[in-house]
């Protein structure tokens, strides 16, 4: 038998989630600084989760967390990641095309150099990729407001 919503224990976890919460309405000034620390030492001293969630719901908390720093940093982290892997993975491909060229034209004496097709195809992509991701930390379009 499951216990009813009004009873379900909070624990440190889901205190810590309505800190950090808590945190980002006084950092983007949702909080002034009495009301944040009364709101966060109840957050501390709350034994149940409608009691958390009474003290962030009068918060825009989805707001909150899409403007959070440390979420930001991390999806710029990832964007940078996934452009270095781009670069990585194509600067082996062009390395295995040119290999192929050169041994095809030491061996068949077909000297065409066809590997700038392809070079070339998948470096506007990687150019692509990377000017965004690093412009702005992110592959996403901007928003405008």
């Known amino acids: 038998m499951t216990a009813p919503i009004a009873t379900i224990r909070a ?12 945190g980002l309405a006084l950092a983007q000034g ?24 009474a003290l962030t719901a009068d918060l825009p908390v989805a707001h909150l967390r899409r403007n959070d720093p440390a979420r930001r940093a991390a999806l710029r982290r990832a964007a940078r990641r996934s452009v270095q892997f781009h670069v990585a993975g194509y600067l082996a491909g062009s390395l295995l095309m040119l290999d ?16 700038v097709w392809p070079i070339m195809g998948w470096g506007i992509g990687v150019i692509c990729h990377a000017v965004p991701a690093m412009a702005h930390g992110s592959i996403r379009p901007t928003r405008i407001a």
């Open 30 to 53: 949702y909080l002034e600084m009495p009301e944040y620390e009364s709101r966060l030492q109840t957050a501390f001293t709350a034994g149940t989760r409608p009691e958390l969630h």
């Open 100 to 115: 192929i060229w050169l041994t095809v034209g030491l061996t068949a004496g077909s000297w065409y150099f066809w590997p």
């Open 11 to 22: 624990g440190d976890a889901d205190r810590d989630t309505t800190a950090r919460l808590l």
